[in-house]
Structures are given as structure tokens and as C-alpha cells.
Nanobody, 122 residues
Framework: QLELVESGGGLVQPGGSLRLSCEAS????????IGWFHQAPGKERERVLC????????GPTDSVKGRFTISGDNAKNTVYLQMNSLKPEDTGLYYC???????????????WGKGTLVTVSA
């Protein structure tokens, strides 16, 4: 079945940047939507940004607007999350998820990666 692998997380100082990658593999049909979700320590997972195969974007959340950007490379089956001007509250696990449906929400994403950890601290 479809597999998703995140990469690019790490420790970064406030104001710094990271680019996360989500690589999809082992599929027959390409998913309709791939999205990025953030789970801060002790909090519920929330949607950050999503992108469809055609480039249609859902989001961003108000907390990351103007700082985060999602993009995709269909040829590489990869979706990216460019994270700029990082803040301590951005700390947490970042998951990519995929769906063959038309909605990018926690309950519609049937496939999930294991997550990559981002820590923003001085």
C-alpha cells in the first residue's frame, strides 16, 4: 500500500528555516491530496497545509500564514513544506498524510507517515 516518509526535521534556532520533505512510494494510483499536520507537545494534531495533484492548496493556518509554504514535485512523488521565521511554538512532530478523497482533514487522511521532529529553541 501507499507509504509516506517524512524527512528534514531537526533542531533550529528561532528565526531559522527548515524544509521538510514527504516522499510517497509503493502505490498504484497517486493520492489526490497530500497534507502536512503539526502536533505540538501535549496538544492535538492540526492541519497546516495541503496540496492536490493539480496544485490546489488548502490552508494555511493563521499561525503559519506568511511563514510556511507547501509545494509538490509530481515527477518525484514528493511534497515539501518550507518553514521560515520559525518560532518556539512551531516545535513538535510534523506528519505528512495522503488521501484519495477530496477533503484534507484528520479523518479523511487514510495514509500517514511516522513524523519528523522539529525543535525550535535557542
Amino acid at each position: 500500500q501507499l507509504e509516506l516518509v517524512e524527512s528534514g526535521g531537526g533542531l533550529v534556532q528561532p528565526g531559522g528555516s527548515l524544509r521538510l520533505s514527504c516522499e510517497a512510494s509503493d502505490f498504484v494510483l497517486e493520492p489526490s491530496i497530500i497534507g502536512w499536520f503539526h502536533q505540538a507537545p501535549g496538544k492535538e494534531r492540526e492541519r497546516v497545509l495541503c496540496i492536490s495533484r493539480s496544485g490546489r492548496i488548502t490552508g494555511p493556518t493563521d499561525s503559519v500564514k506568511g511563514r510556511f509554504t507547501i509545494s509538490g514535485d509530481n515527477a518525484k512523488n514528493t511534497v515539501y513544506l518550507q518553514m521560515n521565521s520559525l518560532k518556539p511554538e512551531d516545535t513538535g512532530l510534523y506528519y505528512c498524510a495522503a488521501t484519495y478523497e477530496n477533503k484534507c482533514m484528520n479523518l479523511t487522511m487514510a495514509y500517514w507517515g511516522k513524523g519528523t521532529l522539529v525543535t525550535v529553541s535557542a
